[in-house]
């Protein structure tokens, strides 16, 4: 195999559709028994940006969307689509263990037997292993805690819980927290938001959709400027329409962070003490990299492997899809996976023509 690609995500499934158009041999593997696993987990009411940012390349998307938010289970279907569209070749259900170098280049091994490959892309995205802090008495609490991955809807804390009211702590301050909050406060719990920075907000819906095509434009120019932060669309915040009128109005309230657990009771750093029924962590993610160990490492401050561009200086021949900051200021947004995907294709593309034929290809059929 030419190229091995780990995880069908947008990603993925971008950089396959370039790969083929450049006539270059290139195999999926993805754990889950589905492309795009990661938007049909998400909770049901998570939406994302405008289609015009998020549409696939040669992906295209009804006129009639192209202004309104992409929504997560649109997008799942739209991902299971654009791959049968392209015939992308890919496995679902395989599991990778471990890599190491091969003299084809890299051998995989999985649940599924070996996969060799003469290059190797790891695009198993950012959103595939849930973060939480480690809180001093926390795994001891018999308070339950989840992280907001777990959180699939209404029904998730109803049938933990038992009952159809209770007191929710969601900790966290940005758009998994806010999503989480709405659909449980609208449900009749009683949700706190436990937050260390300030609550930042999205402007209001039609205010962003509005502003698209101009932001749009903002960052192609933004983003060939080397060393430009983020601009302040990208920035990820609660949702600017009712999110914020539940905080200003008092109706969802606010405490710091927590400092402690002390059996089912929740010390936060203010001093003050407060019982949940649920703690959900709405804490982010962290990249997926535990299958690379012992080919690289990983930075615990930057969660990132040491690379030069987009490929790894510990193991040359490996590449990145999806990490922050990769290339731009939004290699982990869906836009970004998108642009990132054409440049590594045509790096890949060169880098093959520079190699010898591999001496076996153990990819199984």
Known sequence: MQVLIIGAGPGGLALAQQLKQRNIESLILEKSDRVGNTFYTMAANTTYGPWLNNRM?????????????????????????????????????????????????????????????????????????????????????????????????????????????????????????????AALHYAG????????????????????????????????????????????????????????????SGEVPL????????????????????????????TGYRPALDHLAGLVTVDPETNRPPLKGMESTEAPGLFFLGLIGLRTFRSQFLRGLRDDSRVLAKTLASRLATLPAPARDLATA
């Open 255 to 282: 405490v710091p962070e927590i400092a402690r657990f002390e059996g089912e009771t929740l010390v936060f750093t203010d001093g003050r003490q407060d019982h949940f029924d649920l703690v959900i962590y709405a």
């Open 189 to 248: 719990y009683h949700v706190t938001i436990s937050h260390g920075k300030p609550i930042d907000f999205f402007p209001p819906t039609l205010f962003e959709l509005c502003m698209a095509p101009l932001t749009q434009v903002m960052e192609g120019i933004r983003v060939r400027i080397p060393g430009t932060t983020t601009p302040w669309n990208l920035n990820v915040r609660m949702n600017g329409d009712d999110h914020r009128k539940m905080i200003e």
């Open 57 to 181: 390349p040669d992906g295209p998307v009804r006129f009639s969307r192209l202004l309104s938010r992409t929504r997560r289970e649109q997008y799942a279907e739209y991902l299971a689509e654009y791959a049968l569209k392209h015939d992308l070749e890919f496995r679902t259900g395989v599991t990778v263990k471990s890599v190491r170098k091969h003299p084809a280049g890299f051998e995989l091994e999985t649940d599924q037997g070996p996969f060799v490959s003469s290059l190797l892309v790891n695009a198993s995205g950012y959103f595939s292993k849930p973060w939480v802090p480690e809180i001093p008495g926390a795994a001891q609490s018999s308070v339950p805690q989840i992280h907001s991955s777990e959180f699939k809807g209404v029904h998730t804390v109803r049938n933990m819980l038992g009952k159809n009211r209770g007191r929710v702590l969601v900790v966290g301050g940005r758009l998994s927290a806010g999503e989480t909050m």
